[in-house]
């Protein structure tokens, strides 16, 4: 892999002065690139296809020290913006990425990071008006604190620029493994909740459809999207042919844990009552950027019982935001929290959501321009199809 992305690199650098991306996969066992000026504070190793950061802060420690990486050439990150990371942690501290521009301009981007020693990806988009040239990288954690402290954190899949967008090749890969956890968490059988004889059968013979596209050194993006969206659906009939009745919900293709809420709500109705907030995580009063924190939580000891979402931001799909809704989302399922999702639209000519904006830039019928034979009725079918497909691929751990 490493192999393969050199020679995609020096390709690039014929053409341009930069690198329009970068993936450090910390496979090579080599600190190549990386700087511990205070060892005592941050000391690196890599091994095991990953970067182990043994962090000591100590009464005497700086409290702006440091490590930093430098690629091994400058990083044209105009056409895609993003640095990503998958980091685990065993402290609750705050990740800081500072990247530095030929111009000397820097971008400030931060995440809290959990101690709760699982594997996350964090994404950042630097915002810097300026040079887009990245040079280096320097990283802190809890810069500007000098509270003592001690853990170790794990960085894998540095991405940057170009390679910190996912690519379709990536989004079939991804439904493959959600496909195969969605078998083994499955059990065939004639009871409650369970899936007839064969029905295993017909989603493995799915996945092994969709790893032959895989397998393919010349497939194009559109087979890639043409997999990954069949393979889902396969997924979805799968599903729908669980052992349980359905509640009287529209839906007929309805997943087994969609089925078991509905009944479930059903059953409590008229005895309690579930307290919701919309986007109850992500941001508050006077803080943002933690995707674990909650007003709701600070104020009474727990989080909410029931979460809302807008689907704006899967509208827009800015890989960044992205990778925090989808965080969000899961991390409320797996607290047993219900998820909604609403949308709030906008307009498809001038890009805004209030009537008296629109009526600012010249009043249209919207919903004319939506419907067949509207200006914008194609725009709008593939913000369906793109919605759908979200809604199909958000899944959890084990697949459902």
């Not at 493994?177 to 799915?206: M, R, T």
């Not at 999702?341 to 009043?363: E, N, V």
Request: aromatic residues 12%.
């Amino acid at each position: 892999m490493k192999m393969v992305f050199t020679c995609l690199f020096v390709l690039i650098s014929t053409v341009s002065a930069q690198l329009t991306g970068y993936w450090e996969d910390f496979n090579d066992n080599s600190l190549s690139g990386w700087e511990m000026p205070n060892p005592e504070t941050f000391y690196l190793t890599e091994a095991d296809g990953v970067l182990q950061i043994d962090y000591t802060r100590t009464a005497s420690s700086w409290e702006w020290d440091n490590f930093n990486y430098a690629p091994p050439q400058a990083i044209d990150i105009a056409g895609a913006p993003f640095i990503s990371v998958k980091a685990k942690s065993d402290v609750a501290s705050v990740l800081t990425f500072k990247p530095i521009y030929s111009d000397e301009r820097s971008d400030w981007l931060q995440v809290n990071l959990p101690a709760d020693n699982a594997w996350h990806t964090y994404s950042f988009q630097p915002t810097t008006a300026g040079s887009t040239i990245m040079n280096r990288i320097y990283i802190y954690l809890d810069g500007g604190s000098t509270t003592v402290t001690s853990g170790t954190v794990y960085f894998d899949d540095l991405k940057i620029g170009d390679a910190a967008v996912a690519s379709k090749k990536t989004e079939l890969q991804e439904a493959v493994v959600a496909a195969q956890a969605l078998i083994l968490n499955s059990e065939e059988g004639e009871g409650q909740g369970q899936f007839p004889a064969g029905c295993k059968l017909e989603l493995q013979a799915a996945i092994d459809q969709a790893s032959a596209i895989l397998s393919l050194p010349s497939a194009t993006d559109e087979q890639y999207i043409s997999g990954a969206w069949d393979l889902y659906d396969a997924c979805i009939n799968f599903e729908s042919q669980s052992n349980l009745a359905n509640p009287g919900l529209n839906d007929e293709n309805a997943t087994l844990k969609t089925k078991y809420l509905y009944y479930n709500l059903d059953r409590l109705s008229g005895q309690g009552l579930i307290f919701g907030m919309h986007d109850a995580t992500g941001y508050g009063v006077g803080w943002t950027n933690d995707d674990d924190r909650s007003d709701v939580k600070n104020v009474c000891g727990d989080y909410p019982g029931l979460y809302s979402w807008d689907m704006n931001h899967v509208d827009r799909n800015d890989p960044v935001d992205m990778e925090h809704f989808i965080y969000r989302i899961r991390a409320a399922h797996q607290r047993g929290g219900v998820n909604t999702l609403c949308w709030h639209q906008r307009d498809p000519k001038f890009d805004h959501f209030y009537f008296d904006r629109i009526s600012d830039h010249g009043w249209y019928n919207v919903v004319a321009s939506l419907l067949p034979g509207g200006e914008y009725h194609d725009f709008y079918r593939d913000r369906l199809r793109n919605m759908a497909k979200f809604l199909k691929s958000l899944r959890d751990e084990g697949g459902h």
